[in-house]
């Protein structure tokens, strides 16, 4: 929570001291001129008068002094509104502290107006986030090595290529052997309890599309066997995977075997992906391999620059975003049968600790939006449609798409996160390039 702070403004029409209060709560000490009253006052008379009808004029065109005289109370009430309407708005053409959205509340109190003194008024409402400046001379990456192009990456997409377009043949007369593909049910077996993992997925039998332990499990299977075994850690698993890793016991079902009869790499595959031939198929492949790779380069200096925009700054972020945010990220947290079992052995301090780390990755979130905003804002980079769309022209081009971006049919939810998305990683590049001299290190 940060620190309480407050600043004065004014002009002809208003004084009035801003009180930024935790969680982005601004209040707003107000003093109207008796100007701005008055011209108030006359507004609201024109308002009533547009409102109401008096026999023997039209409505709206009855005379002010007959309006004051019958409908007093009515233009009391619209001149205290009036008041309220002009005073806010003339704050805020002073101030930045505007409302969050243009349905946030405002709570509005006046406390004293009259034609001579004018009038003395508070306003209380959630604001947009106070960013502080980002210092870049406080920010250093570190350096990050580009992945090669090598001959293994461009082999392994061809395999895939060639097994789109295989022929497929059933396997009914012996066991399941290594460079199959089976057909399996995965089980999870908790207390005596199974819990499906998934049904009837295909899985080529060798590494790494199937782990170690599942094809000992698979390997010598006949179709409709079921084995049951236990899950471990793979031997070139990093030292931190190695020591979280909780071996659990499964239950495999082998419900069918099928083997591939792949294409030859030839200028017929080529042509069914959109190249001519094909040597520029594998040509077009080390291009895409390459941008592939330069985005994976991108996306940890991108986690990098994340740490380091978080360390940098402190500020508070809006009550009403961090609960919603929160409530998100909870709900996702408990759709996962996993993490309800989990939660459900917890102690109630240890519950409490998740609750904080869900909070604080829901803080971290919001503050990393805003500031990204807010340099997006002060170096007048804008989003376009173009931005939250990929053009699709050939099937080379679909295997390495982001499916986000490239989806045709986006809900305005999913443009929505898009848009997020698109503003986080324009803002995170702008700064690596500016670290950079202006000169792409990619």
């Not at 011209?39 to 002094?65: C, L, M, Q, S, W």
């Not at 409302?99 to 409402?125: C, V, W």
């Not at 097994?163 to 593909?181: N, Y």
């Not at 200028?267 to 594998?282: P, Q, R």
Request: glycine letters at 4%.
């Amino acid at each position: 929570m940060e620190n309480q702070t407050s600043h004065q403004l004014s002009n002809e029409l208003v004084s009035f001291t801003i009180n930024h209060k935790p969680n982005c709560v601004v209040e707003l000490s107000v003093t109207a001129s008796s100007q701005l009253v008055k011209n108030a006052y006359d507004k609201a008379i024109k308002a009533v008068a547009r409102e109401t009808t008096i026999p023997g004029f039209r409505k709206g065109k009855a005379p002010d002094e007959l309006i004051q005289k019958n409908f007093k109370p009515a233009i009391e009430k619209r001149w205290e509104q009036t008041i309220g309407e002009e005073a806010f708005a003339e704050c805020n053409r002073l101030s930045k502290a505007t409302p969050l959205t243009q349905d946030s509340r405002i709570n509005f109190k006046m406390k004293s107006h009259s034609m001579d003194s004018g009038a003395e008024m508070t306003f209380q409402y959630e604001s947009e986030p106070q960013v502080p400046e980002i210092d870049l001379s406080k920010i250093s990456l570190e350096n990050v090595a580009k992945e090669e192009v090598s001959a293994e990456k461009v082999e392994d997409i061809l395999n895939r290529i060639r097994l789109f377009f295989c022929k497929w043949d059933d396997v009914t007369s012996r066991a399941a052997e290594a460079g199959d593909f089976a057909f399996v049910d995965l089980d999870l077996i908790e207390d005596d309890k199974e819990s499906r993992v998934f049904t009837n997925t295909r899985l080529e039998i060798k590494d790494p599309t199937m782990a170690k332990w599942m094809r000992d499990l698979v390997i010598g299977m006949e179709i409709g066997e079921t084995k049951e075994g236990f899950s471990e850690v793979d031997a070139d698993a990093s030292d931190e995977d190695k020591e979280n890793f909780k071996p659990k016991k499964v239950k495999i079902r082998l419900n069918g075997i099928q083997s591939a009869t792949l294409p030859p790499v030839d200028d017929e595959l080529a042509k069914k992906v959109g190249a001519e031939s094909a040597e520029i198929m594998k040509a077009r492949l080390k291009v895409l391999i390459g941008k592939q790779l330069e985005e994976a380069q991108r996306n940890e200096y991108r986690e990098q620059m994340s740490h380091l925009l978080l360390e940098q700054t402190s500020f508070d972020v809006p009550g009403s975003l961090l609960y919603t945010e929160i409530q998100h990220r909870s709900k996702q947290l408990f759709g996962s049968n996993s993490f309800k079992k989990k939660y459900e052995t917890l102690s109630e301090d240890e519950k409490k600790e998740e609750f904080k780390k869900v909070e604080t990755q829901a803080k971290d979130a919001l503050k990393l939006f805003y500031i990204c905003k807010k340099i997006l804002t002060d170096n007048n980079i804008q989003i376009t449609s173009k931005d939250i769309n990929q053009e699709i022209e050939t099937p080379l081009d679909a295997m390495f798409a982001d499916r986000e971006l490239a989806n045709p049919n986006k809900t305005e939810e999913e443009k929505n996160l898009l848009m997020s998305r698109i503003l986080l990683s324009k803002a995170q590049d702008f700064i690596i390039d500016k670290l950079a001299g202006g000169k792409s290190n990619f």
